[in-house]
């Protein structure tokens, strides 16, 4: 799960020209209200990680791993490490890919 305040400070320090956008966009928890015929309306807060949709999440979900994936490769120098958004693939011996996922 992404922390999203840890995401809002990862962006500030690594994008500082979106972090003022995103900041606005994530300050205050998402809404979503469920309507349902004969029923009460139903609300569902989204108070971590980004929302589902938003066309700057996989953005700032990147920029989020960033720190992770520093760590990673300093940590296991040896280890290929190919992201995709957030898929991970970890290609070398097993004891290398083991001790990476300690991490």
Known sequence: ?????AMLW????LWPKGS???????RHDAMLV???PRHDATILWSCEGVTQGDPLSMI???IAL????ELLRAS???VMQPWYADDL?????HHSNARCLKI
Do not use: K
Not at 20 to 26: I, K, P, S, T, V
């Open 89 to 93: 693939a970890l290609l070398s011996h």
């Open 34 to 36: 469920i309507r349902r």
């Open 76 to 78: 296991c120098p040896e």
């Open 1 to 5: 799960e992404l922390s999203r305040m």
């Open 20 to 26: 003022r956008f995103a900041f606005n966009c994530y």
């Open 60 to 62: 700032l979900y990147g």
């Open 10 to 13: 990862t962006v500030r320090h």
């Open 66 to 69: 960033v720190p992770l994936v």
